[in-house]
C-alpha cells in the first residue's frame, strides 16, 4: 500500500506560481514511479507530468514548458512547480504512483492522494 498526500494548493492571479507538493509512504517500490492529474469541474482527469526515480519525465503538451515535475527520493515527496499559470488551469490537482514508466494515463496508476485544490483567477 502506498498512501500519498498533496499539499500547497491555493488560489493565484494568472501569470502567478504555485508548487505543489506530494508525501508519499508505504510500500518504497510503489513511489518509484509517480505522476500528476488534474480534474476541472464536468472534465475527464487529464494527466499532465510525471517522473521516476531514475528522473525521466513525462508532460502533457498543455503544461509543457510552464510545469515541472520533479522528485526529492530521499525524502520521498514528489513537487509540481507550477509557472506562468492560466484561469484553464484551475483544477483539483491529484498525486498518484505505482505506474511501471512516467506516465500521463490514468488507468497505469494504482494509488491516489485526495487532491488539492487550484484557482487561478483572471
Known amino acids: 500500500q502506498v498512501q500519498l498526500s498533496e499539499s500547497g494548493g491555493g488560489s493565484v492571479q494568472a501569470g502567478g506560481s504555485l508548487r505543489l507538493s506530494c508525501a508519499a509512504s508505504g510500500y518504497y517500490y510503489g513511489t518509484y514511479c509517480m505522476g500528476w492529474f488534474r480534474q476541472a469541474p464536468g472534465k475527464e482527469r487529464e494527466g499532465i507530468a510525471s517522473t521516476d526515480d531514475d528522473g525521466r519525465t513525462k508532460y502533457a503538451d498543455s503544461v509543457k514548458g510552464r510545469f515541472t515535475v520533479s522528485k526529492d527520493v530521499d525524502k520521498n515527496i514528489l513537487y509540481l512547480q507550477m509557472a506562468s499559470l492560466k484561469p484553464e488551469d484551475t483544477a483539483m490537482y491529484y498525486c498518484?504512483?505505482?505506474?511501471?514508466?512516467?506516465?500521463?494515463?490514468?488507468?497505469?496508476?494504482?494509488?491516489w492522494g485526495q487532491g488539492t485544490q487550484v484557482i487561478v483567477s483572471s
Open positions: 498518484a504512483a505505482d505506474c511501471d514508466d512516467p506516465s500521463t494515463v490514468p488507468d497505469e496508476y494504482n494509488y
